[in-house]
């Protein structure tokens, strides 16, 4: 059954220093994988999607992440965070027509 | 631009009252979703629907029942309101093709008294 494991519930980095956000995937099918965000109070957005083209996939907002077969990895990078990254994002993997959601992560900003 | 509209932002019931969840896309898209999310548990499928009248239950379908009349619309129903359906309720929408991303409307927050 396809899933997803988010490593960490909370990610707190300085403005300025990467960001990293780890997603860990289960599926027995190649499958499509996605990163949304959820700014406090706004609705999810899609940051970026993994369709089996490349394997370096570049989003919004200077977002990207890396697909690794290997390692079952989909982790989420941006090389300098802002104070407008500050939210909560959700690594997903699709399951059929339906998606199924990690628990998220919440990245904290501090000056 | 997609855009998926719910009838409300917030929404305060009691007990045992029946509540009904409206979400309203207009993309012409088949395939419609209600999701509740809880903090700690990611986004959870209720019920999911392919085309108008048809409906599948999610992964907590108990205490929910759905509605699909028109294919722009689809309708989360709480039949008798209970308080640990006190959460954030999402409608979400895309087209048929396997792989597509869905579109998200802005939530309902409920809070069951």
């Known amino acids: 059954a396809q899933s997803v494991t988010q490593l960490d519930s909370h990610v707190s980095v300085s403005e300025g220093t990467p960001v990293l956000l780890r997603c860990n995937y289960s599926?027995?099918?190649?499958?499509?994988l996605f990163w949304y965000v959820q700014h406090p109070n706004k609705g999810l957005q899609l940051l970026l999607k993994?369709?089996?083209?490349?394997?370096l996939v570049k989003g919004i907002n200077g977002f990207e992440a890396e697909f690794k077969k290997s390692e079952t990895s989909f982790h989420l990078t941006k090389p300098s965070a802002h104070m407008s990254d500050a939210a909560e994002y959700f690594c997903?993997?699709?399951?059929?027509?339906?998606?199924?959601f990690g628990t998220g992560t919440r990245l904290l900003v501090s000056p | 631009d997609v855009k998926v509209t719910q009838s409300s932002r917030y929404l305060v019931k009691r007990t045992g009252e029946k509540v009904f969840l409206e979400c309203v896309q207009d993309?012409?898209?088949?395939?419609m979703f209600w999701y509740r999310q809880d903090p700690g548990l990611g986004l959870r499928l209720i019920y999911f629907?392919?085309?108008?009248?048809?409906?599948e239950k999610g992964d907590i379908p108990e205490g929910y029942s759905v509605s699909r009349e028109k294919k722009e619309r689809f309708s989360l129903i709480l039949e008798s309101a209970s308080t640990n359906q006190t959460s954030m309720y999402l409608c979400?929408?895309?087209?048929?093709?396997?792989?597509?991303?869905?579109?998200f409307g802005p939530g309902t927050r409920l809070t069951v008294l």
């Open positions: 997903v993997v699709t399951r059929f027509q339906k998606l199924v």
């Open positions: 629907s392919y085309d108008v009248k048809m409906k």
């Open positions: 599926s027995s099918y190649s499958p499509s």
């Open positions: 993994y369709t089996s083209a490349a394997t």
């Open positions: 993309m012409d898209h088949e395939n």
């Open positions: 979400a929408s895309n087209g048929r093709r396997e792989g597509r991303e869905q579109f």
